[in-house]
């Protein structure tokens, strides 16, 4: 799925104490400056075939909050370095699919540009960063290629941790760049501390576009009503935690289809759009504040972004 231009418009910390994990993703020293309380959003955009659609300005888009529309304060499209994290679940059941995972997640490193970065993190019974965050494509790939499978699943715990360390990156980050999180599992979580629902409160803090790739774990035939509990429940989480932040959910058959969904991960990362503005309410109290982006009727297409943002500390820093 290729990105098609707009051809009409102009083109312009406890818990992770706990589980043992470092307290940042990159080694460099942090650039501060002030910030200001604004809500950051990842836009996909799509036309009525499900084609993504680049090349809009910022009066193309509207953005809503709790049904009041907003003053879009920042707008970029082209040229927004890039943050990806991987994450693999190498848990005992992925020993077979590993090669062709190490192949997929190692193709999507290789279309990153030179001022995209990314992580490699190991989930299984532990969490681990097999490379923290870096350009560095080589270092990627060795640490992608020295995965190994083994131990029970803690999907949760990864995905926490890493969420909350992204937002870390995005508070002390000298420049704007957008955040995108590719999980790869094949099961159930069967070892995290951290419940589903501090990962859903962690995605709707950050404005991380998550992207799940779940294999089935039960025969493709099977009836859902037959599917045991825990399966459901898995899938619930799957679908909400991509949903709220805005990205999207894959469930291939086999791992032979790992290749081209991972391209299709990287192909849409680089036809987004990213929003900000400052929101007309007081900042503040924790409640949950639901966003909508639209686009002019003129464009005939789909805008696909976060559901919306819990209004506590935004204090996210512009871009100079």
Avoid: W
């Amino acid at each position: 799925m290729a990105c098609i231009p707009y051809r009409n418009a102009t083109r312009v910390a406890l818990i992770t104490a706990a589980l043992g994990v470092p307290a940042t993703l990159s080694a460099q020293k942090p650039v501060f400056k002030s910030g200001v309380d604004m809500v950051p959003l990842t836009v996909t955009v799509t036309d009525t075939k499900g084609k993504y659609v680049t090349g809009l300005s910022g009066p193309d888009f509207e953005v809503f909050e709790d049904g009041v529309q907003q003053d879009v304060a920042f707008f970029a499209s082209d040229g927004v370095p890039l943050d990806v994290a991987l994450l693999v679940d190498t848990s005992a059941s992925m020993n077979q699919d590993l090669p062709l995972v190490k192949s997929a997640a190692t193709g999507l490193v290789g279309r990153l540009r030179t001022t995209d970065r990314a992580t490699v993190v190991n989930v299984k019974g532990s969490i681990s960063i097999a490379q923290e965050l870096t350009s560095d494509r080589h270092a990627l790939a060795g640490a992608i290629q020295g995965l190994s499978a083994g131990g029970e699943t803690a999907v949760y715990d990864g995905v926490y941790v890493i969420l909350q360390q992204l937002e870390r990156e995005r508070r002390t980050a000298a420049q704007v760049r957008r955040q995108a999180l590719v999980l790869l599992t094949d099961g159930i979580d069967t070892l995290s501390r951290v419940a589903f629902e501090d990962v859903l409160d962690a995605a709707r803090r950050g404005n991380v576009s998550i992207y799940v790739v779940a294999l089935k774990s039960a025969p493709a035939h099977t009836p859902r009503s037959r599917l045991p509990g825990e399966i459901l429940r898995s899938d619930y989480a799957l679908k909400s935690v991509t949903r709220e932040s805005g990205g999207r959910l894959f469930e291939p058959k086999t791992a032979v289809d790992l290749p081209s969904i991972y391209s299709a991960i990287a192909e849409e990362l680089f036809c987004q759009y990213d929003l900000g503005y400052m929101p007309l309410r007081v900042v503040g109290g924790g409640d949950f504040r639901r966003v909508v982006v639209r686009l002019r009727p003129q464009t005939k297409a789909l805008a696909r972004t976060r559901t919306g943002y819990i209004a506590s500390s935004l204090r996210t820093a512009m871009a100079r």
